[in-house]
């Protein structure tokens, strides 16, 4: 985003800030859609936890765009944003099922991963379609905790089990209406993908009931330069054409879908936030930012790489840094980072904060969660308050005592 702009929305709202470019939302969507276009039916569902503000649910809602959900809170927000509950998809792991039939009984469409509830459910309430999530067991890449399509994952009904899942669809008189996997959060080469993709397939012609075959995210973006990203065109062609020779052996055109998070908004969102401190110890020079995990808890999280930038000082001299944060825990953004000159109360920006980013901030250190900036047609505007006290005891029921 422009650094400019960035400054002025750091000069205007405070910090720290998160903002969202909406134009390259916009891009990632239109990136993703075109790779499929070969595809007779394609649906896509961004996966709301990945950044939940409602304005920018609106974004994907005018893009025609569904939302993947894993809890009846998201879907809420998916309603408040203006969505059909038809084109929501619920995808919930170890819900109970007094949550998914008040979900179901909205009208979303529910998306079951474990046979216990799927034999309830099936009992209860036969006449609702159903999709089912399977497991692969396809080993995706990227961090252990991202990766849920391996053998020991709790997350979908094992392929093995096929056989249960068709027991209990026959006894229940159920109705399946779409397969669905999400094997783990990066898809590092397309082969991979497609192996995965032949294991599903084969358990889509166990039932002729399907309308759609969702395949999930894990869509890899580069963080920083020389990272390697899902290539989305291979993919989309190689797919496409799968899918679509597919549909002809079936005998129906199905719907494909795709529920990505991290790739529509991850690039598309910048952290800023101020240095207080610049401290130099024998080894090394920390630059002590007002922020920490509370705010952006990926870096300690999952090990993972944000890019940052000196905004207030573009063309200073290159130095090395360990950029940390204010909790009383270690908290490191990133160690031994090249970045122009830092001096105490510049402003630093993150990049690829769009994504797991102000979703997964908290209130540790009794600290306010931070504003949320949209930019969009050049302008920006606020879409989130900071917190403020009254934020942190709102819910405190405080004794006489
Ligand atoms: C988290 C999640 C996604 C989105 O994953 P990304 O890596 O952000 O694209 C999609 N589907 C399900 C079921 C998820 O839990």
């Known amino acids: 985003m422009n650094q400019h702009l960035l400054v002025s929305i750091a000069q205007e709202h405070g910090l720290p800030v998160y903002v969202y470019d909406a134009s390259k939302i916009t891009s990632q969507y239109q990136r993703l859609t075109q790779a499929f276009s070969a595809v007779k039916k394609l649906k896509i569902n961004y996966a709301v936890k990945a950044l939940n503000n409602i304005n920018v649910l609106k974004i994907f809602k005018k893009l025609g765009s569904g939302l993947d959900t894993v809890s009846i809170q998201e879907v809420l927000l998916g309603l408040e944003a203006g969505f059909d509950p038809h084109e929501i998809i619920y995808t919930p792991n170890g819900v109970s099922m007094e949550e998914i039939e008040q979900v179901a009984a909205m009208g979303v469409q529910i998306n079951i991963d474990n046979l216990s509830i799927l034999e309830q459910f099936g009992q209860k309430h036969p006449n609702i379609p159903v999709c089912i999530r399977i497991n692969p067991h396809v080993m995706a890449g990227g961090n252990s905790k991202i990766s849920v399509g391996h053998i020991d994952s709790k997350f979908g009904i094992s392929i093995h089990q096929t056989p249960h899942i068709k027991r209990i669809v026959t006894l229940t008189k159920m109705h399946i209406n779409g397969i669905h996997m999400h094997t783990g959060s990066d898809i590092l080469d397309v082969d991979t993908f497609l192996r995965a993709t032949e294991i599903l397939l084969d358990v889509v012609k166990e039932f002729d009931t399907i309308e759609f075959v969702d395949f999930g995210s894990g869509f890899k973006v580069p963080y920083k330069e020389g990272d390697i990203a899902t290539d989305v065109e291979e993919l989309g062609e190689k797919l496409s054409a799968r899918f679509n020779d597919f549909c002809v052996e079936y005998g129906k055109d199905l719907c494909l879908m795709f529920e990505p998070g991290k790739f529509l908004v991850s690039a598309a969102g910048s952290f800023l936030t101020k240095v207080n401190v610049i401290k130099q110890t024998t080894s090394t020079v920390f630059a002590g930012v007002d922020s920490g995990f509370n705010h952006l808890i990926r870096p300690m999280f999952y090990d993972s790489y944000h890019h940052i930038v000196n905004i207030s000082n573009p063309e200073g001299k290159e130095r090395y840094y360990s950029v940390v944060g204010y909790i009383c825990e270690t908290d490191t953004f990133a160690s031994n980072r090249k970045i122009n000159e830092i001096r105490e109360n510049d ?23 931070p504003a949320e900036v949209l930019v969009k047609d050049g302008k920006a505007f606020l879409i989130r308050e900071r917190e403020t006290f009254e934020d942190l005891i709102r819910n405190q029921v405080i004794l006489d005592i």
Do not use: D, E, P
């Open 347 to 369: 402003i630093l920006c993150f990049n690829n904060a769009g994504a797991y980013s102000y979703t997964m901030a908290s209130n540790y250190n009794s600290r306010y969660r």
